[in-house]
C-alpha cells in the first residue's frame, strides 16, 4: 500500500509560516513527497518566511486571496501523492509526527478517505484561559479540522475538493468532510499530535469571528438543517442574539414613538440578555479588569452583528446550488 504523503499549507503570510515549517522539517519518519505552500495575500505578494524551508521539498503556489477553501484547492490539484496533509500555517507537529502519521496512513482501509491528526492547544497553567483561548481549545475536540487533516486524494477528486464559496476559515472543513462522507467513504481519528498554539489577537477578534454566521447559512443551505449534528458542531448562541437584537430594536422603535413603558420593557429585556451573555463568558475566564471589560464591550456588540451575518448570509446563500 502506497502512503506517501505531500502536505498542503495555506497561507496568508504570518511569521508564524516559518515555526510551522520548521517543526515539519525536524519531524521522525518518512518525509513528505513536498510541501506546498499556498500564497492566498492577494497580490502583488512578496517573500513569505519559510524558516528551515531548504530541509524540505517546499513548492510556492499562488491563489490570489480566495480563502483557504480555494487555497487548499489550489495546493492539492498540483500533488501527485495518494495522500494529502492539510495544516494550517499556525500548528506545530510534534518530533514523532510524520511516524504517526504513516502509521496512520497505513492502518487505513481503502474506504477510508481521511484520518484526522489530534491537536492539542497549550493553554496557561498559572491563570484560566481567556475567552479566545476557550475558543481555540475547542479545537482539540473539533471533528476533521483542517488544522491536521489527511485526505485520500481520490476522495478529494470524487467531491471536487474544498467549496471555494466558503471564503473563510470558518465550516469549510466541515462541508467537505460531509461531502466525503455523503460519497460513500470513512473518516477516522489518528494518532499523530500537533500542537496549535494560541495566536495573540486584539480584543474585537471574537466581533470579527460573527461573519461565520453567514457561512452556518450556506451550511443548513447544502446539507440541511441536521448539519449541526452530523458535523459535531456546537450549535451557537444564534437564537438568542435574535431575542436580544428584537429586544433591543423593539427599545429604540418604541423610545422614538413615544411609548415609554414599553420601550423600558423591551430595554430591560435587551439588558437582561447582554448581561447574560457577559456573565457566560466571564465566568470561566481570568476575570482580569481587561477581560472583563473586553467581555462586556464585546458582548453588547456580537448579537446584533451576528444577526446582522445571518441575515446577509440569508440574502447571498439563501439559494446556493447544493
Do not use: K
Not at 15 to 41: F, K, N, Y
Not at 152 to 157: I, Q, S, T, V
Amino acid at each position: 500500500m502506497d502512503v506517501s504523503y505531500a502536505v498542503v499549507i495555506p497561507t496568508v503570510g504570518r511569521p508564524c509560516l516559518a515555526d510551522c515549517l520548521t517543526a515539519l522539517a525536524d519531524a521522525e519518519g518518512p518525509r513528505p513527497s513536498e510541501v506546498v505552500v499556498v500564497d492566498d495575500r492577494p497580490g502583488p505578494n512578496g517573500e513569505l518566511a519559510l524558516g528551515a524551508a531548504e530541509r524540505l521539498p517546499v513548492r510556492r503556489v499562488v491563489s490570489g486571496g480566495r480563502g483557504p477553501a480555494a487555497a487548499r484547492n489550489a495546493g492539492y490539484r498540483t500533488v501527485t501523492a495518494p495522500w494529502v496533509v492539510f495544516l494550517d500555517d499556525d500548528v506545530r507537529v510534534t518530533p514523532e509526527w510524520a511516524r504517526r502519521l504513516v502509521a496512520d496512513l497505513s492502518g487505513a482501509g481503502p474506504r477510508v478517505g481521511g484520518v484526522q491528526g489530534r491537536l492539542v492547544v497549550p493553554l496557561p497553567a498559572d491563570r484560566r484561559p481567556t475567552d479566545w483561548e476557550r475558543g481555540t481549545a475547542g479545537l482539540q475536540e473539533a471533528a476533521w479540522a483542517t488544522a491536521d487533516m489527511a485526505y485520500r486524494r481520490e476522495a478529494l477528486e470524487a467531491v471536487g475538493g474544498f467549496d471555494p464559496r466558503f471564503r473563510r476559515a470558518f465550516r469549510e472543513d466541515a462541508d467537505l468532510a460531509l461531502r466525503v462522507l455523503d460519497a460513500g467513504w470513512e473518516l477516522r481519528r489518528g494518532t499523530r499530535v500537533t500542537r496549535h498554539p494560541v495566536r495573540p489577537v486584539d480584543r474585537w477578534v471574537s466581533v470579527r469571528a460573527q461573519r461565520g454566521n453567514a457561512d452556518d447559512v450556506l451550511m443548513t443551505r447544502l446539507h440541511g438543517p441536521g448539519w449541526w449534528a452530523r458535523a459535531r458542531a456546537p450549535r451557537g448562541r444564534l437564537p438568542r442574539h435574535l431575542m436580544v437584537t428584537a429586544a433591543g430594536a423593539a427599545a429604540l422603535a418604541l423610545g422614538l414613538a413615544g411609548r415609554r413603558r414599553p420601550a423600558a420593557a423591551a430595554a430591560a429585556l435587551w439588558a437582561a440578555g447582554t448581561a447574560e451573555f457577559a456573565a457566560a463568558r466571564i465566568a470561566p475566564g481570568p476575570r482580569t479588569a481587561d477581560e472583563v471589560a473586553t467581555m462586556l464591550a464585546t458582548s453588547v456588540a456580537i448579537p446584533p452583528l451576528a444577526v446582522r451575518h445571518w441575515l446577509t448570509g440569508l440574502v447571498i446563500h439563501g439559494r446556493a446550488d447544493r
